[in-house]
């Protein structure tokens, strides 16, 4: 498979490995967002990805990405996934090979165009965000493509806007630490046994009793995002059923999407890799 | 969305339809058969369906779709849906429309070339097919690409291929008919209600307990098939619980496949006409 059709394979792959407690999987829906969704967004985000694929830049390949993702009725579904795989598969072509370091000489080579493309992916979705700080709230990424004069004006390349939301964001921080979560998790994917999908569903549990997620924390505060990866080592240990929890967390509307994120990154590099194989 | 991606997010519909009794869905696996290796054949088909879109000729298409969809370790998964899917996406492109006339002048307008390539199709994948008459010994598409010269010698169509095979194979019956299973399917997933998976469920369900599976008829006999379609029809009346009769089924290795695979082109259908949406 190219590179290209491995991110493809990933999202979908994420999507079906199953209990995720929060999250949409193959056998549970949200209210306003399906499985079909998903599938729908694995589809629309092809193009984008075989733009990665040959070269073009990182931010024109990801809004292309996002652009072909939100072509389906669910709204956001894979936003930061393709935030992660659009990189990383800039890495495998143009670098030709998926490393932490092909990884981030992709991120520093990151221009202020990127960042003007990244703008204006969020015209296509609405992705839960905090406000920015004080003195830029003429880069509030909500504001999308109205955002790219003041983003030329102050000159910022993707690398550093995404070293800005790091603090708060899972995504983002991947970007700034060589997508660490993202390789070791694409290891565990390879040491783990049994069908792929049941290994997506525990390295997702594993990650989220690892770290809160961001996304949550955004949603429900750090103390809930803190709660719900005590809940996740839990149901590691066995000590509550990981199917219940999921249930649980989807009554309560809390959905830990970045975790996700991160899972569909790492299949995406142990796809590519050679790690794993479906 | 384009023809091509109308049609991967066709295949990734009918196999997340549940239950489908006998087949492989998103809550049920065969023994060496899982869902993830559908989803991976949906990724692997995308450039032969993206030849078909850019107008590369119906055999030249199938056999890229095949080889593509034929890289994961499940063998087997779409080549009889491709093989529906494949000239209608064809028939969107080239005459702007998916109606049974485009379909059946795409099907007319098939070569010995055509043939040739759909013989090394074969070459791909292990597909369950029956033996050939008699005096078209040397015509066995289990012999894939070393047919290929009887095929040019014969100078016989992809289309009077498909004639041939009609009275015993499902698939090749909807290109002798205007893919009229196909069609009355994707008008029937616009009248059902609910979630596109689950409409997709039900016709699944409503086309077994109309007409007898041909793959099952080969796989164990006309007789079982015919069981088979009653045993479908007591299910869509509620006599018998439809995720019992997929229970069933599988413990019993009966694969109602061709009906799958007409389900996956009326789900392109639909989507390509806008009938439904996801």
């Known amino acids: 498979m190219t590179p290209a059709e491995n991110a493809q394979l990933a999202l979908l792959l994420e999507v079906s490995g199953t209990p995720k407690p ?30 990665a694929e040959s070269g073009a830049p990182v931010g024109e390949a990801f809004e292309r990405a996002v652009a072909g993702m939100s072509r389906q009725e669910g709204d956001n579904t894979q936003f930061g996934a393709l935030l992660l795989v659009v990189p990383l598969v800039s890495a495998a072509s143009e670098r030709g090979a998926v ?30 965000v905090d406000d920015p700080p004080e003195d830029a709230a003429d880069l509030d990424v909500r504001r999308g493509a109205d955002a790219v004069p003041a983003v030329e004006e102050r000159g910022t390349t993707l690398a550093e806007v995404m070293a800005l939301s790091a603090p708060e964001d899972g995504v983002a921080r991947e970007w700034t630490t060589g997508f660490a979560r993202t390789f070791d998790g694409a290891e565990r994917l390879a040491e783990l046994d049994g069908p792929l999908s049941d290994r997506t569903a525990r390295l997702f549990l594993e990650l989220l009793a690892d770290e809160p997620d ?3 924390a955004k949603q429900a505060g750090e103390e809930a995002a803190e709660r719900v990866s005590e809940r996740a080592a839990a149901a590691l240990v066995g000590e ?8 649980e967390l989807v009554a309560e509307g809390l959905n830990p999407g970045t975790t996700a994120d991160v899972v569909a990154a790492a299949l995406f590099v142990a796809l590519e890799r050679g790690e794993v194989s479906v």
Chains 1, 2 share one sequence.
């Open 22 to 51: 929060g999250n949409v999987d193959r056998e549970r829906d949200l209210p306003d967002l399906r499985f079909e969704h998903f599938l729908a967004g694995a589809v629309g985000a092809g193009a984008g990805l075989r733009a």
């Open 214 to 216: 961001t996304l949550v």
């Open 99 to 128: 490393t932490p370091d092909a990884a981030t000489a992709v991120v520093e080579a990151t221009t202020v165009d990127d960042t003007a493309n990244f703008y204006r992916a969020f015209e296509h979705v609405d992705v839960f």
């Open 240 to 247: 509550t059923d990981p199917g219940e929890l999921a249930d």
